[in-house]
């Protein structure tokens, strides 16, 4: 390779690394800046974030207190999780009155609420598994209440919208897909089905869980690039 075509090539590379500034990221692994914001005006009406954190998390990160305990144990409000048999949220806030016992594992493919005092950019890291496949449970007494599954979108998915997302679940299968609006501190929602348009589809980011509402129960294994 001539000194020419080697520069070229150096400055290409340099240039799609700062493309993808924010995520570092293989399929073995990756460091993600992600923003946890306070509640601000015209940014975040409550302080109430969505986080997708990776299939293989970093040592240590196990339950909701860990996961406090590295964001900032002076940052965090709580940490939610979404429980499918009652279609609601339950909270850890490692205070006192709240027990130990509240505390409650972090699992792969969950999404997760964390509710901020500060604005803080958190690293999340890890690595997710391209052959794991996440359990996407239709309304089933005892197991869903509705449908909705809070999902953990992986960060090296090919699935890159909404509709992308319905697609590779398998259309005939979701009836919708949610994202969360700091600003409002509510969903909103795409079908992928008439009278809504196009116009409704969103972007899906790293970092962030997504409700799925789901009209059968599927073992997804996601598309990965």
């Known amino acids: 390779m001539s000194k020419r075509t080697y520069i070229g090539a150096t ?19 990756f460091k993600l800046n992600y923003t946890l914001n306070q509640t601000t005006g015209g940014v975040s009406k409550t302080g109430n974030n969505v986080l997708a954190l990776p299939d293989n998390r970093q040592t240590g990160m196990n339950t909701a207190k860990n996961l406090i305990d590295d964001i900032g144990f002076l940052s965090v409000t709580q940490i939610q999780r979404f429980v499918k048999s009652t279609d609601a949220f339950v909270s850890y806030t490692a205070r006192a009155p709240q027990t130990a016992a509240a505390d409650f594992a ?3 493919g969950d999404g ?22 996440y359990t996407l449970n239709q309304t089933a007494g005892g197991v869903s209440k ?8 992986n960060y090296h998915q ?3 919208t909404a509709k992308g997302l ?17 600003s409002t501190d509510a969903f909103v929602s795409y079908t992928g089905r008439a009278p809504q348009t196009a116009a409704a589809d969103f972007t899906l980011n790293p970092g962030e869980a997504y409700f799925v509402k789901m009209k059968t129960t599927t073992a ?3 598309s990965h690039y």
């Not at 319905?166 to 979701?174: A, C, E, K």
């Open 112 to 133: 997760y609420f964390v509710k901020m005092k500060t604005n803080t950019s958190y690293i999340v890291v890890g690595s997710d598994e391209p052959a794991l496949a």
């Open 106 to 108: 972090l699992v792969a």
């Open 11 to 29: 400055m290409v590379g340099l240039a799609v690394l700062l493309t993808a500034s924010a995520l570092v990221a293989s399929n073995m692994g």
């Open 220 to 222: 997804y294994t996601p």
């Open 166 to 182: 319905i697609d590779d679940i398998g259309f005939l299968s979701v009836t919708q897909i949610q994202r969360f609006v700091k």
């Open 158 to 160: 090919t699935a890159g």
């Open 146 to 153: 509705t449908g909705n599954n809070f999902y953990a979108y």
